[in-house]
C-alpha cells in the first residue's frame, strides 16, 4: 500500500517540501520531486512503478514521433492511433481483463481461467494524462517535450498520480521548466490541504461507517436506514473525492504548481447537466475534448449527437471500475440527460428551481446506489428497501437508531453544509480564522489517523 497518511503528513512530505525550498534552481528542484514522485509510488507498487516509468517513455517516444513526422499527415494519424491503442490496451489489460473473461465464460458457458491481475494504483489517472499530452501535441495544443525526465515528472508527480485530478501537460508545461514560489502561495497552499484532510477524514471517514454497516446488511435493511446509507454514501463519494482533489491542489500550490479546479458544489445543481459540469472537472472534461468532440460532438444531427453522448456516459461509466453496474451507471445518466434535452429551455421561477434540484438530488442518490451496490440484483434489492416501506418491528428501529451517534449526527449535518458554498464562505471571512480552523483540522486528523480509525479510499482502485 501507499504510506500510511502519518507517514506522509509527518515524515514524507515536510521532508520534500523542505529540500524543494534549499534547492536553488528548477532544474534540481524537478530532479528531487521526480525522485520523491517515484519513490512514494514504488513504495506502494514497487514492480508497477515500471510500468508508469514505461508508460511515460512509450508516449514520451510518439511524441518525439508525432513532431518528426510534423509535414507528413498520413503517418502522424498512424503514430497517434498507435499511441491510443497501446495505452487503452494497457488500460484493458490491467482493469478489464477479470471482468471480461468472466463475463464471457457466463455467456458462452465455457471455463477459462480468470487470471488474477493486479491492478495498478492510479493506472486510470496517469494513462489518461498521458494519452493528453500526446493527442495535444498531435493537435498543436501543447509543445512536445523533448526532456524525458519532465515528462515523466508531470505524469508521476505525486499529489495527483494516484487520484487525480487528471491535469493536462499544457495546463503546467510553463510551471514545469519555470515556476514561483512565493510565502503566500504557500500559505494558501496549507490551507487548501488542511482542508482537503479535513473533508477526507472528519467527514467522509465517519459517513462511510454509515453508508458500510447499512449497505453490508442488505436484504435485511429497513426503510429509513437505507435512505440513511444512501443519503451517508453520497456524502462519502463527495467528501472523499473531493477532499483528495483539495489535497491535490493545496501540495501543487506549496511546490508552484497551479492545477485546476476538480469539483465546484455539484450538489447545489438543478439537472443532471449542470451537475457533470460540477462533478469530477477534470474527467468530463477529457471525455469532452478527446472523446465526445473527436466524435462528432453535436455538429451531426440530432440523432448522432445522442449516440455521442451515450458512448461518453457508457465510458466515463465503464472508467470507474471492471463492474457492470458503474457501465450502468454511466448509462443512467446519459438516459437523464437526454431526457433533459426534452425539456423547453426557459426562464422558471423558483419554485421550478426547487423542484428541479430536488429531482437532481434524488437523481443523483439513486446513481450512487446502483455505483455503491456490487451486482445490479443487490442494486434492486436496495432500492426495494428504499421505496417499499418496510421497518415497523423493534429490531429495525433499533438498527436505525444505532446509526445515529452523536458523531455520525454531526458528521451528516457537517457534510450537508459544506457540500454548499456556504460552509466555505463561513471559514474564509479572515484569514487568521481560517489558519486556525486548519491547524485545529489537521491536529484533530492527526489525532484521528493516529487512533487507527476507518480509513477508506474509493478511488485508489480506479
Known amino acids: 500500500m501507499v504510506f500510511s497518511s502519518l507517514t506522509f503528513l509527518c515524515i514524507f512530505l515536510p521532508a520534500v517540501l523542505i529540500l524543494d525550498r534549499i534547492i536553488p534552481s528548477v532544474r534540481l528542484k524537478n530532479a528531487w520531486l521526480l525522485l520523491a514522485s517515484l519513490l512514494f509510488y514504488a513504495y506502494g507498487e514497487p514492480v508497477y512503478v515500471l510500468l508508469m516509468i514505461a508508460s511515460a517513455f512509450l508516449n514520451y517516444i510518439f511524441a518525439l514521433l508525432l513532431d518528426f513526422l510534423k509535414d507528413k499527415p498520413a503517418a502522424r494519424k498512424v503514430v497517434l492511433a ?15 481483463t477479470m471482468l471480461l473473461t468472466e463475463s464471457f465464460n457466463s455467456l458462452t458457458g465455457f471455463d477459462i481461467p480468470v487470471p488474477q491481475i493486479t491492478l495498478p494504483l492510479g493506472i ?8 493528453s499530452y500526446v493527442i495535444d501535441v498531435y493537435r498543436g495544443d501543447a509543445g512536445v517535450q523533448k526532456n524525458y525526465f519532465r515528462l515523466l515528472l508531470y505524469i508521476s508527480f505525486f499529489p495527483q498520480l494516484i487520484a487525480g485530478p487528471i491535469v ?26 488542511a482542508a482537503g484532510l ?45 477532499g483528495y482533489s483539495d489535497m491535490a491542489i493545496g501540495l501543487g500550490l506549496m511546490f508552484g504548481f497551479h492545477f485546476r479546479e476538480n469539483f465546484n458544489y455539484p450538489y447545489i445543481s438543478g439537472s443532471v447537466r449542470e451537475f457533470w459540469r460540477r ?44 463492474n457492470w453496474t458503474f457501465l450502468l451507471w454511466g448509462l443512467y445518466h446519459g438516459t437523464l440527460l437526454m431526457l433533459e434535452e426534452l425539456v423547453p429551455k426557459k426562464d422558471r421561477g423558483i419554485g421550478f428551481k426547487i423542484i428541479a434540484h ?3 438530488i434524488l437523481a443523483v442518490l439513486i446513481g450512487f446506489v446502483l455505483f455503491r451496490c456490487d451486482s445490479i440484483s443487490d442494486f434492486g434489492v436496495y432500492l426495494k428497501a428504499m421505496f417499499v ?10 438498527f436505525f437508531l444505532s446509526l445515529l451517534t452523536p458523531l455520525n449526527i454531526t458528521a451528516l449535518v457537517a457534510g450537508i453544509i459544506f457540500s454548499t458554498p456556504v460552509g466555505t464562505k463561513l471559514m474564509a471571512n479572515k484569514k487568521r480564522t481560517g489558519m486556525g480552523l486548519a491547524l485545529v483540522s489537521v491536529v484533530l486528523c492527526m489525532l484521528s ?4 480509525t476507518y480509513n477508506p479510499f474509493i478511488y485508489f482502485r480506479f
Request: a positive charge; aromatic letters at 16%.
Open 389 to 398: 416501506p418496510t421497518g415497523f418491528d423493534l429490531s429495525s428501529k433499533m
Open 82 to 96: 498507435v499511441s491510443v491503442i497501446v495505452n487503452i490496451g494497457a488500460l484493458v489489460y490491467f482493469k478489464y
Open 198 to 242: 479535513a473533508k477526507k477524514v472528519l467527514i467522509a471517514n465517519n459517513v462511510a461507517l454509515m453508508a458500510d454497516t447499512v449497505f453490508g446488511a442488505l436484504g435485511n435493511i429497513d426503510t429509513l436506514s437505507a435512505w440513511l446509507g444512501a443519503i451517508a454514501y453520497m456524502l462519502q463519494i463527495y467528501f472523499d473525492f473531493s
Open 449 to 452: 489517523l493516529s487512533s487507527g
Open 124 to 131: 486510470s489517472f496517469f494513462t489518461f494524462q498521458a494519452m
Open 358 to 360: 430536488i429531482y437532481l
Open 279 to 322: 462533478w469530477h472537472i477534470s474527467l468530463s472534461t477529457w471525455f469532452k475534448e478527446y472523446l465526445y468532440i473527436p466524435l462528432g460532438g453535436n455538429r451531426k444531427g440530432k440523432v448522432r449527437t445522442i449516440i455521442n453522448k451515450f458512448i461518453v456516459f457508457a465510458c466515463t461509466g465503464i472508467w470507474h471500475g471492471a
Open 168 to 193: 493536462r501537460y499544457s495546463d503546467i508545461e510553463e510551471e514545469i521548466n519555470k515556476r514561483k514560489q512565493s510565502p503566500e502561495q504557500t500559505v494558501n497552499g496549507i490551507l487548501r490541504f
